[in-house]
Protein backbone atom coordinates (compact mmCIF):
# COMPACT_ATOMS: atom_id res chain seq x y z
CA UNK A 1 0.00 0.00 0.00
CA UNK A 2 0.83 3.54 -0.91
CA UNK A 3 1.68 5.88 1.81
CA UNK A 4 1.33 9.66 1.61
CA UNK A 5 2.80 12.49 4.07
CA UNK A 6 0.29 15.73 4.00
CA UNK A 7 1.77 19.36 5.59
CA UNK A 8 0.95 20.69 8.91
CA UNK A 9 3.00 21.83 11.82
CA UNK A 10 1.56 18.96 13.93
CA UNK A 11 2.67 16.99 11.36
CA UNK A 12 6.26 18.37 11.32
CA UNK A 13 6.29 17.56 14.88
CA UNK A 14 5.62 13.86 14.41
CA UNK A 15 7.87 13.99 11.75
CA UNK A 16 11.08 15.10 14.06
CA UNK A 17 9.75 12.07 16.24
CA UNK A 18 8.06 14.16 18.85
CA UNK A 19 5.17 15.97 19.45
CA UNK A 20 4.31 19.21 19.74
CA UNK A 21 3.09 19.59 23.40
CA UNK A 22 6.81 17.62 24.21
CA UNK A 23 8.68 20.72 22.11
CA UNK A 24 11.04 23.02 24.54
CA UNK A 25 10.79 26.55 23.61
CA UNK A 26 13.68 26.90 20.97
CA UNK A 27 12.15 23.48 19.31
CA UNK A 28 8.78 25.49 18.63
CA UNK A 29 10.29 28.37 17.78
CA UNK A 30 12.55 26.33 15.40
CA UNK A 31 9.44 24.66 13.35
CA UNK A 32 7.79 28.38 13.22
CA UNK A 33 10.68 29.48 10.81
CA UNK A 34 9.19 27.01 8.61
CA UNK A 35 9.48 28.98 4.34
CA UNK A 36 6.35 29.61 2.65
CA UNK A 37 8.04 29.27 -0.29
CA UNK A 38 9.54 26.54 -2.52
CA UNK A 39 12.66 28.49 -3.88
CA UNK A 40 15.05 25.95 -1.29
CA UNK A 41 18.56 27.27 -2.84
CA UNK A 42 16.99 30.91 -1.55
CA UNK A 43 16.11 30.24 2.36
CA UNK A 44 17.60 32.19 5.28
CA UNK A 45 19.26 29.97 7.26
CA UNK A 46 16.71 30.09 9.96
CA UNK A 47 14.75 28.69 7.44
CA UNK A 48 16.52 25.64 6.50
CA UNK A 49 17.41 25.08 10.12
CA UNK A 50 14.22 24.44 10.50
CA UNK A 51 12.98 22.87 6.95
CA UNK A 52 15.94 20.71 5.98
CA UNK A 53 14.03 18.11 9.13
CA UNK A 54 10.66 18.28 7.89
CA UNK A 55 10.69 18.73 4.34
CA UNK A 56 8.45 15.70 3.74
CA UNK A 57 5.68 17.36 5.84
CA UNK A 58 5.76 21.31 4.42
CA UNK A 59 2.59 21.89 2.69
CA UNK A 60 4.36 24.17 -0.06
CA UNK A 61 6.24 21.30 -0.98
CA UNK A 62 5.00 18.29 -3.13
CA UNK A 63 4.16 15.18 -1.50
CA UNK A 64 6.20 12.33 -0.62
CA UNK A 65 6.00 8.75 -0.87
CA UNK A 66 7.57 6.76 2.18
CA UNK A 67 10.02 4.15 1.97
CA UNK A 68 9.08 1.82 4.06
CA UNK A 69 11.33 0.02 6.84
CA UNK A 70 10.97 -3.55 7.83
CA UNK A 71 10.00 -5.45 10.91
CA UNK A 72 13.58 -5.54 12.06
CA UNK A 73 16.31 -3.45 12.81
CA UNK A 74 19.98 -3.74 11.76
CA UNK A 75 22.11 -3.47 15.64
CA UNK A 76 24.82 -1.11 15.08
CA UNK A 77 26.86 -2.48 18.30
CA UNK A 78 29.18 -0.16 19.86
CA UNK A 79 32.73 -0.43 18.95
CA UNK A 80 36.19 1.71 19.75
CA UNK A 81 38.44 4.07 17.87
CA UNK A 82 40.38 6.49 19.42
CA UNK A 83 38.95 9.69 18.06
CA UNK A 84 40.56 11.59 20.70
CA UNK A 85 43.28 13.50 18.40
CA UNK A 86 40.36 14.61 16.13
CA UNK A 87 38.41 18.12 17.09
CA UNK A 88 34.91 16.29 15.95
CA UNK A 89 32.96 19.25 18.26
CA UNK A 90 34.98 21.88 16.75
CA UNK A 91 34.34 20.71 13.17
CA UNK A 92 30.43 20.42 14.11
CA UNK A 93 30.38 23.55 14.94
CA UNK A 94 31.88 24.92 12.10
CA UNK A 95 29.88 22.92 9.95
CA UNK A 96 26.82 23.69 11.65
CA UNK A 97 26.20 19.97 11.93
CA UNK A 98 23.05 18.74 12.96
CA UNK A 99 24.53 14.81 13.03
CA UNK A 100 27.64 12.63 12.74
CA UNK A 101 27.47 9.28 12.87
CA UNK A 102 30.65 6.70 12.28
CA UNK A 103 31.09 3.53 11.68
CA UNK A 104 34.11 1.36 12.05
CA UNK A 105 34.44 -2.38 11.07
CA UNK A 106 30.54 -1.98 11.11
CA UNK A 107 30.30 -0.76 14.56
CA UNK A 108 29.14 2.70 16.04
CA UNK A 109 32.31 4.31 17.30
CA UNK A 110 31.11 8.01 17.62
CA UNK A 111 27.46 9.36 17.62
CA UNK A 112 26.58 13.30 18.25
CA UNK A 113 23.50 15.97 16.98
CA UNK A 114 23.60 19.80 16.51
CA UNK A 115 20.95 21.99 15.81
CA UNK A 116 18.09 20.80 17.70
CA UNK A 117 17.89 17.45 15.81
CA UNK A 118 18.56 13.86 17.54
CA UNK A 119 18.29 10.61 16.12
CA UNK A 120 14.85 9.70 15.70
CA UNK A 121 14.55 12.59 13.44
CA UNK A 122 15.06 12.93 9.87
CA UNK A 123 16.89 15.23 7.93
CA UNK A 124 17.08 15.78 4.29
CA UNK A 125 19.62 14.54 1.78
CA UNK A 126 19.54 16.61 -1.04
CA UNK A 127 21.96 15.02 -3.64
CA UNK A 128 23.40 11.94 -1.26
CA UNK A 129 19.65 10.45 -2.82
CA UNK A 130 21.66 10.29 -6.40
CA UNK A 131 23.64 7.75 -4.77
CA UNK A 132 20.52 5.89 -3.77
CA UNK A 133 19.39 5.86 -7.14
CA UNK A 134 22.29 4.88 -9.09
CA UNK A 135 22.27 2.12 -6.71
CA UNK A 136 18.81 1.20 -8.13
CA UNK A 137 19.64 0.87 -11.46
CA UNK A 138 22.36 -1.85 -10.73
CA UNK A 139 19.27 -3.98 -8.49
CA UNK A 140 17.10 -3.40 -11.77
CA UNK A 141 20.02 -4.46 -13.77
CA UNK A 142 20.38 -7.40 -11.14
CA UNK A 143 16.66 -8.10 -11.45
CA UNK A 144 16.45 -7.98 -15.57
CA UNK A 145 14.63 -4.83 -16.12
CA UNK A 146 17.58 -2.80 -17.74
CA UNK A 147 19.12 -5.35 -19.75
CA UNK A 148 22.07 -3.62 -20.31
CA UNK A 149 24.05 -0.09 -19.79
CA UNK A 150 24.51 -0.05 -23.07
CA UNK A 151 20.86 0.43 -24.15
CA UNK A 152 20.06 3.90 -25.18
CA UNK A 153 17.90 5.63 -22.86
CA UNK A 154 15.15 6.32 -25.15
CA UNK A 155 14.79 2.60 -24.96
CA UNK A 156 12.97 2.97 -21.29
CA UNK A 157 11.84 6.38 -21.29
CA UNK A 158 9.76 7.02 -24.98
CA UNK A 159 8.91 10.76 -23.96
CA UNK A 160 12.60 12.01 -24.64
CA UNK A 161 12.55 10.28 -28.18
CA UNK A 162 13.62 13.30 -30.87
CA UNK A 163 15.54 14.52 -28.15
CA UNK A 164 19.08 15.31 -27.60
CA UNK A 165 18.94 12.19 -25.11
CA UNK A 166 18.55 9.62 -28.51
CA UNK A 167 22.42 9.39 -28.65
CA UNK A 168 22.60 8.74 -24.67
CA UNK A 169 23.21 5.52 -23.04
CA UNK A 170 22.37 4.72 -19.48
CA UNK A 171 25.51 4.36 -18.63
CA UNK A 172 26.65 8.06 -19.92
CA UNK A 173 23.46 8.74 -17.99
CA UNK A 174 25.30 7.39 -15.04
CA UNK A 175 28.37 9.28 -15.14
CA UNK A 176 26.89 12.71 -16.35
CA UNK A 177 28.43 12.40 -19.32
CA UNK A 178 25.46 13.00 -21.23
CA UNK A 179 26.62 15.77 -23.76
CA UNK A 180 23.80 17.97 -22.72
CA UNK A 181 23.72 20.67 -22.12
CA UNK A 182 22.96 22.05 -18.45
CA UNK A 183 22.98 25.16 -15.68
CA UNK A 184 23.71 23.51 -12.08
CA UNK A 185 24.51 27.17 -10.69
CA UNK A 186 22.64 27.46 -7.26
CA UNK A 187 23.31 31.04 -7.12
CA UNK A 188 22.05 31.59 -10.15
CA UNK A 189 17.74 31.82 -10.04
CA UNK A 190 17.31 31.34 -13.48
CA UNK A 191 19.45 28.30 -13.79
CA UNK A 192 18.26 24.42 -14.81
CA UNK A 193 18.70 23.48 -11.29
CA UNK A 194 17.04 26.10 -10.13
CA UNK A 195 14.21 25.92 -12.86
CA UNK A 196 13.18 22.80 -13.36
CA UNK A 197 11.11 21.68 -11.08
CA UNK A 198 9.42 24.33 -11.12
CA UNK A 199 8.36 23.48 -15.31
CA UNK A 200 4.75 23.30 -16.48
CA UNK A 201 4.26 19.68 -17.74
CA UNK A 202 1.58 18.85 -20.70
CA UNK A 203 -0.51 16.96 -18.96
CA UNK A 204 0.10 12.93 -18.48
CA UNK A 205 3.61 13.99 -18.96
CA UNK A 206 6.54 13.72 -16.42
CA UNK A 207 7.82 17.05 -15.70
CA UNK A 208 11.69 15.87 -15.54
CA UNK A 209 10.97 14.65 -19.28
CA UNK A 210 9.34 17.25 -19.94
CA UNK A 211 12.00 19.99 -19.40
CA UNK A 212 15.00 17.88 -20.35
CA UNK A 213 13.60 16.70 -23.76
CA UNK A 214 14.15 20.85 -24.63
CA UNK A 215 17.69 20.74 -23.82
CA UNK A 216 20.35 21.27 -26.82
CA UNK A 217 23.53 19.11 -26.99
CA UNK A 218 26.81 20.86 -26.37
CA UNK A 219 28.82 17.76 -26.62
CA UNK A 220 29.02 14.80 -27.85
CA UNK A 221 27.69 11.93 -25.73
CA UNK A 222 30.35 10.17 -23.72
CA UNK A 223 33.13 13.11 -24.23
CA UNK A 224 32.37 15.57 -21.65
CA UNK A 225 31.10 15.75 -17.43
CA UNK A 226 29.20 18.04 -16.67
CA UNK A 227 26.90 17.64 -13.01
CA UNK A 228 23.57 17.59 -13.88
CA UNK A 229 20.94 16.80 -10.60
CA UNK A 230 18.16 16.32 -13.91
CA UNK A 231 19.84 13.87 -15.47
CA UNK A 232 19.63 11.83 -11.74
CA UNK A 233 15.64 12.63 -11.65
CA UNK A 234 16.03 10.93 -15.36
CA UNK A 235 17.43 7.90 -13.66
CA UNK A 236 15.14 7.61 -11.30
CA UNK A 237 12.29 7.67 -13.97
CA UNK A 238 14.10 5.21 -16.09
CA UNK A 239 14.27 3.16 -12.91
CA UNK A 240 10.70 3.30 -11.92
CA UNK A 241 9.76 2.39 -16.24
CA UNK A 242 12.03 -0.49 -16.29
CA UNK A 243 10.45 -1.95 -13.18
CA UNK A 244 7.06 -0.98 -13.12
CA UNK A 245 7.15 0.11 -9.50
CA UNK A 246 7.67 3.58 -7.77
CA UNK A 247 11.73 4.61 -6.48
CA UNK A 248 10.45 4.44 -3.29
CA UNK A 249 8.82 1.26 -3.07
CA UNK A 250 11.52 -0.51 -4.95
CA UNK A 251 13.81 0.77 -2.62
CA UNK A 252 12.27 -0.40 -0.08
CA UNK A 253 11.46 -3.70 -1.46
CA UNK A 254 15.06 -4.77 -2.34
CA UNK A 255 17.36 -2.84 0.31
CA UNK A 256 15.58 -0.46 3.07
CA UNK A 257 13.24 -3.20 4.79
CA UNK A 258 15.37 -6.51 3.97
CA UNK A 259 19.02 -4.40 5.18
CA UNK A 260 17.02 -3.40 8.45
CA UNK A 261 16.75 0.47 8.61
CA UNK A 262 15.28 1.09 11.38
CA UNK A 263 13.02 3.92 10.58
CA UNK A 264 10.40 4.57 7.29
CA UNK A 265 12.03 7.23 5.55
CA UNK A 266 10.27 9.20 2.65
CA UNK A 267 11.62 10.30 -0.79
CA UNK A 268 9.70 14.06 -2.27
CA UNK A 269 7.58 13.38 -5.29
CA UNK A 270 8.08 16.04 -8.31
CA UNK A 271 4.81 17.69 -9.50
CA UNK A 272 3.90 14.72 -11.57
CA UNK A 273 4.14 12.16 -9.28
CA UNK A 274 8.02 10.56 -9.47
CA UNK A 275 10.38 10.16 -6.92
CA UNK A 276 12.94 14.00 -7.24
CA UNK A 277 15.58 11.18 -7.23
CA UNK A 278 18.53 13.53 -7.79
CA UNK A 279 17.57 14.78 -4.31
CA UNK A 280 15.22 14.84 -1.08
CA UNK A 281 15.13 11.75 1.04
CA UNK A 282 14.13 12.00 4.30
CA UNK A 283 15.58 9.37 6.11
CA UNK A 284 17.49 9.02 10.03
CA UNK A 285 21.13 9.91 9.94
CA UNK A 286 22.24 6.54 11.85
CA UNK A 287 20.50 4.78 8.69
CA UNK A 288 22.28 6.43 6.03
CA UNK A 289 25.38 5.57 7.69
CA UNK A 290 23.82 1.60 7.48
CA UNK A 291 22.97 2.28 3.82
CA UNK A 292 26.65 3.04 3.85
CA UNK A 293 27.51 -0.02 5.42
CA UNK A 294 25.39 -2.29 3.06
CA UNK A 295 27.62 -1.12 0.19
CA UNK A 296 30.99 -1.16 2.24
CA UNK A 297 29.65 -4.93 2.70
CA UNK A 298 28.61 -5.59 -1.02
CA UNK A 299 25.29 -4.76 -0.97
CA UNK A 300 24.16 -8.13 0.77
CA UNK A 301 21.24 -9.07 1.45
CA UNK A 302 21.14 -13.07 2.96
CA UNK A 303 24.11 -13.61 1.93
CA UNK A 304 23.65 -12.22 -1.99
CA UNK A 305 24.44 -9.00 -3.50
CA UNK A 306 20.97 -7.59 -4.60
CA UNK A 307 23.59 -5.97 -7.45
CA UNK A 308 25.40 -7.42 -10.55
CA UNK A 309 28.73 -9.19 -10.05
CA UNK A 310 31.65 -5.91 -10.08
CA UNK A 311 28.89 -3.49 -10.06
CA UNK A 312 30.40 -1.94 -6.92
CA UNK A 313 34.14 -1.89 -8.47
CA UNK A 314 32.80 0.26 -11.34
CA UNK A 315 30.11 2.56 -9.87
CA UNK A 316 32.42 3.61 -7.13
CA UNK A 317 35.65 4.54 -8.77
CA UNK A 318 36.92 6.91 -11.60
CA UNK A 319 34.27 6.74 -14.53
CA UNK A 320 34.64 10.35 -15.70
CA UNK A 321 37.43 12.79 -15.48
CA UNK A 322 35.84 16.07 -13.00
CA UNK A 323 38.96 18.30 -13.77
CA UNK A 324 40.12 17.54 -9.65
CA UNK A 325 43.07 15.85 -9.06
CA UNK A 326 42.49 12.95 -7.24
CA UNK A 327 39.16 12.61 -7.71
CA UNK A 328 36.53 11.62 -10.21
CA UNK A 329 33.31 10.77 -11.03
CA UNK A 330 31.41 7.24 -11.05
CA UNK A 331 27.96 6.24 -11.00
CA UNK A 332 26.99 8.81 -9.20
CA UNK A 333 29.55 8.81 -6.16
CA UNK A 334 32.64 10.85 -5.74
CA UNK A 335 35.52 8.99 -6.10
CA UNK A 336 38.96 9.53 -4.66
CA UNK A 337 42.08 8.08 -6.02
CA UNK A 338 42.64 6.53 -2.44
CA UNK A 339 39.93 3.98 -3.25
CA UNK A 340 37.61 5.78 -1.21
CA UNK A 341 34.60 7.37 -2.41
CA UNK A 342 31.15 9.40 -1.50
CA UNK A 343 27.53 10.51 -1.55
CA UNK A 344 27.67 14.17 -0.97
CA UNK A 345 24.51 16.89 -1.20
CA UNK A 346 23.96 20.22 -0.71
CA UNK A 347 24.43 22.13 2.19
CA UNK A 348 26.36 19.77 3.81
CA UNK A 349 25.05 16.08 3.48
CA UNK A 350 27.38 13.05 3.02
CA UNK A 351 28.26 9.87 3.72
CA UNK A 352 31.91 8.81 3.26
CA UNK A 353 33.16 4.92 2.68
CA UNK A 354 36.68 3.72 2.76
CA UNK A 355 36.93 0.23 2.13
CA UNK A 356 40.60 -0.02 2.99
CA UNK A 357 39.49 1.31 6.57
CA UNK A 358 36.55 -0.16 6.94
CA UNK A 359 34.70 3.08 7.53
CA UNK A 360 31.62 5.10 7.12
CA UNK A 361 31.13 8.10 8.33
CA UNK A 362 27.34 9.58 7.72
CA UNK A 363 27.05 13.74 8.24
CA UNK A 364 24.41 16.23 7.88
CA UNK A 365 24.61 19.79 8.06
CA UNK A 366 23.03 22.89 7.23
CA UNK A 367 26.17 25.20 5.86
CA UNK A 368 25.87 28.80 5.49
CA UNK A 369 26.03 28.45 1.53
CA UNK A 370 24.49 25.53 -0.54
CA UNK A 371 28.37 24.50 -1.88
CA UNK A 372 31.37 26.52 -0.78
CA UNK A 373 34.13 23.54 -1.85
CA UNK A 374 37.32 26.31 -0.62
CA UNK A 375 35.90 26.92 2.29
CA UNK A 376 33.50 24.11 4.66
CA UNK A 377 33.77 21.92 1.39
CA UNK A 378 37.97 21.51 2.30
CA UNK A 379 36.90 21.33 5.80
CA UNK A 380 35.16 18.51 5.52
CA UNK A 381 37.88 16.71 3.34
CA UNK A 382 40.50 17.75 5.73
CA UNK A 383 38.25 16.08 8.34
CA UNK A 384 37.71 12.79 6.73
CA UNK A 385 41.08 12.72 6.56
CA UNK A 386 41.71 13.43 10.34
CA UNK A 387 39.41 10.08 11.15
CA UNK A 388 41.09 7.55 8.04
CA UNK A 389 44.81 8.87 10.06
CA UNK A 390 43.23 7.86 13.04
CA UNK A 391 41.75 4.25 11.98
CA UNK A 392 45.66 4.36 10.45
CA UNK A 393 47.56 4.97 13.71
CA UNK A 394 44.82 2.82 15.26
CA UNK A 395 44.80 -0.38 13.16
CA UNK A 396 42.65 -2.57 11.97
CA UNK A 397 41.96 -5.67 13.80
CA UNK A 398 43.06 -8.12 11.49
CA UNK A 399 46.26 -6.01 11.21
CA UNK A 400 46.97 -6.49 14.95
CA UNK A 401 49.90 -8.69 15.74
CA UNK A 402 48.40 -11.92 17.75
CA UNK A 403 49.50 -11.78 21.30
Known amino acids: MKKW ?3 G ?3 VAVAGGVTWASLDEDQRNLLTNLPTDRNVLFWSTEQRDAAFRALDAMPVLADARVIEAGDTIRPLPAGELDLS ?3 IDGFMESQRSSAMVILHDGKLVFEKYGLGFGPEGKWTSFSVA ?6 MVGVAVKDGHIKSLDDKVTDYIVGLKGSAYDDVTVRQLLTMTSGVRWNEDYTDPKSDVALFNEHQAAEGEDVTVSYMKTLPREAPAGEKWVYKTGETNL ?8 SGKPLAEYLSEKIWAPYGMQQDATWLLGSTGHEISGCCIQAATRDMARFGQFILDGAMIDGTSVLPEEWLDVATTKQADIGAPGRGYGFQWWTNDD ?3 AAQGIFGQGILIDPARNIVIASNSNWPVATDYDGV ?3 REAFYAEV ?6 AGSPEELPEE
Open 339 to 341: GSF
Open 9 to 11: LAV
Open 388 to 393: KAAVDK
Open 5 to 7: ILG
Open 130 to 135: KSLTST
Open 85 to 87: GVD
Open 235 to 242: IGVLVSEA
Open 377 to 379: GAQ
